[in-house]
DNA sequence: ACGGACATGTAAGCAGTTACATGATTGC
DNA sequence: GCAATCATGTAACTGCTTACATGTCCGT
């Protein structure tokens, strides 16, 4: 994030929180500690700031930390090891009353509803802020594009899921009732 | 895993790989000690068992931890901290070469592929194994669904963003060769 | 005889989070 | 005057991974 401007912890944060967040993010106590171990490898330099007596350490990237950086994008991205608890429930869902299971997926089918609004409002609101010369924007247009593609695509997995889990209600109560 | 059935250690790390892999992991070592914290806590039972001198500590649910376990099932799902470095190397692509990112992109593409096709086998040979009276079938492959659609959508999306990336790639050559 | 899968475990180390701690500035 | 945001930091804890350690059984 540096690479792109010099910015100071808090700046960082507030970025990330609007920007990367739904791949990457970083807890708040542990951006103060890892820049000042990059100052001290030499991957960035700070200048103090002072907006009447409230301090503000920018920092900014050295050419030693953007060749780092210019050489670990170039590297293949290494997995990620992916969790879901929301499908690891939907895994053991035989284990429960099939109506928890349909509460489970249309909780879900709201969050992710929600996650694809806010995704909008960034492409529709945020990104035409940015000017076209910016060589970013082609960049962050295409992370925030994948975040609605797979948005659209879970919601129909969602609508199609909670069906089969309806039908399969109905059939259990029929049987039930003809038993 | 245990609710579906008793196993030992050494048997839901082999199941863990070939079902929840994609979505749930546990490393190697973390197992053994969690499954004696879940006895001492009266939440499994262990029984010894020998095939010869080689021994099996086969792990059984108890009611507790059945009740436990449905508890949890119930819960919402608490949103997980996704990560993705291949996102985060994709958003700061415009600090290094485009054919770099081009890269990186295809070499996803093929991870994607790759994934889809393990999906597909499970599919088409292990999925038919498991019988239609086997409560847990649905449930199984619904995930297994979630993971084949997602693949396919993401594949979609790749294929867009390698083609957006190539004609900016020839916008650029262009704009060098006449300047 | 040897490699690979079966089978269980320990110990050290690290990465990351939660909670704590402090104080300034801005807007209502 | 108070709450929210701006702004930076520390300390304890914890959960997880890596590496290590040991031995059996089976197939070729």
Redesign the interface.
Known sequence: ML??QPRSGYEILQFMKQ??A????ESDASIYPMLKLLEKEGKVTSKQEFQGKRERRIFEITQAG?DE??A???L?????????????????????DPQ??HA?LQ??LK?VEVEKKNYQVIEKKILPKILDTN??K???S??L??GI??C???Q??LEK?LE?IQK?EKQNNTKTASS
């Open positions: 690479a792109e920007s990367t739904h791949f990457w993010q953007l950086v210019q670990w994008l170039t293949p991205a290494q997995e990620d090891n992916r969790r879901s608890e929301f499908l690891l429930k939907l895994f053991f869902g035989a284990l429960i928890k299971v489970q909780e879900h969050k060589p970013h082609l960049f962050w295409m992370t594009h994948y593609t797979q659209i695509s879970e129909h997995w899921s089969v399969r």
